[in-house]
């Protein structure tokens, strides 16, 4: 081969190279700007273009330092949106992707509050455990607050009361946590009983929706109840007794249904009291995770 042959050879690689390297160099540019753009959109609270310019910067740099973050950011995209399902589905991406990224305990506590607002208790209440049990640095005394919070969801007193008292003492929740379990234990709920309700609607009708706090409805007990069996009675007493059969008939119908409407009135009546005092419990012990803009740390915020 002659000199001028390797020369020509030698050049045309070297320009493929310059080309290459170059070419390399624009995507990495226009990488850079996609996700400076996406991070803008989200910034401004646009997060459906936000996530989608979060994947094309992944799909331009997969390998990037910023492609973890860009990662992260779909999944609090579609968190901001409360697109619960998309976000659980971006979680579960970044935990399988990076097991080992310094953020994975703030993923899987972003996961756990997504299952907990999208009503998958059961779901919400292991991850929270996976987090208490690794000891997550500052992830750990948030995930048995959580945790508590589910529990009271579910109206588990006792289990919510646990996950309180778990919470480490040098914590800042620590104090929130003391005073919301002693509060859960003064719990006296006015619960009233149904077998006494179904007990006085069969005495006299309309007394049992009394007991639950109804005064419309006992008073359409009463009277519905009464007029039949007025009815009946008259017909009895004017030996008419195809029509008085008829009026009976109807009557034990309208008899039963006052029992069984007063028993569940009184179930509806203990279920709202729980509620009003777990939404004061929520009201009053509130947990909020939220981003401010000029600190790149979590901040938790309590009142009570």
């Not at 607002?117 to 929270?128: H, I, N, Q």
């Not at 049990?133 to 959580?146: C, E, F, T, W």
């Not at 004061?280 to 009142?303: C, E, T």
Request: with cysteine.
């Amino acid at each position: 081969m002659s000199y001028r042959t390797t020369m020509s050879i030698f050049i045309t690689i070297f320009v493929m190279h310059l080309s290459f390297v170059q070419a390399r160099a624009d995507d990495r540019v226009a990488a850079e700007r996609v996700f400076g753009f996406a991070e803008s959109l989200y910034e401004e609270g646009d997060y459906f273009r936000a996530i989608g310019e979060y994947k094309r910067y992944i799909y331009l740099a997969p390998t990037d330092n910023q492609a973890e973050k860009a990662t992260f950011r779909i999944a609090e995209g579609y968190f901001q949106a409360k697109r619960w399902a998309e976000a659980i589905i971006a979680c579960d991406q970044f935990l399988s992707k990076y097991p080992a990224s310094p953020r994975y305990f703030e993923m899987l506590y972003l996961k756990g509050r997504i299952e907990k607002l999208s009503g998958r208790y059961d779901e919400a209440l292991r991850t929270f455990e996976l987090i208490a049990i690794a000891n997550a640095p500052n992830y750990k005394d948030k995930a048995l607050y959580q945790k508590a919070l589910v529990k009271l969801e579910r109206t588990d007193w006792r289990g919510a009361q646990d996950a309180l008292r778990q919470v480490p003492q040098g914590s800042p929740l620590f104090p929130a946590a003391s005073l919301f379990a002693a509060e859960m234990g003064k719990m006296e709920l006015p619960y009233k009983s149904p077998a006494t309700a179904g007990l006085l609607a069969a005495v006299l009708p309309g007394a049992g929706h009394l007991y639950a706090e109804r005064p419309r409805d006992a008073l359409v007990a009463f009277l519905l109840n009464g007029a039949f069996i007025w009815g009946a009675a008259e017909l009895f007493h004017h030996d008419n007794y195809v029509a008085g059969g008829i009026f009976a008939f109807f009557e034990l119908g309208w008899y039963s249904g006052n029992i069984y409407s007063a028993v569940s009135s009184v179930h509806k009546y203990n279920r709202n009291k729980e509620s009003d005092f777990i939404q004061k419990l929520k009201d009053n012990f509130s947990l909020a995770l939220y981003r401010d803009g000029g600190v790149p740390s979590i901040i938790i915020s309590h009142r009570f």
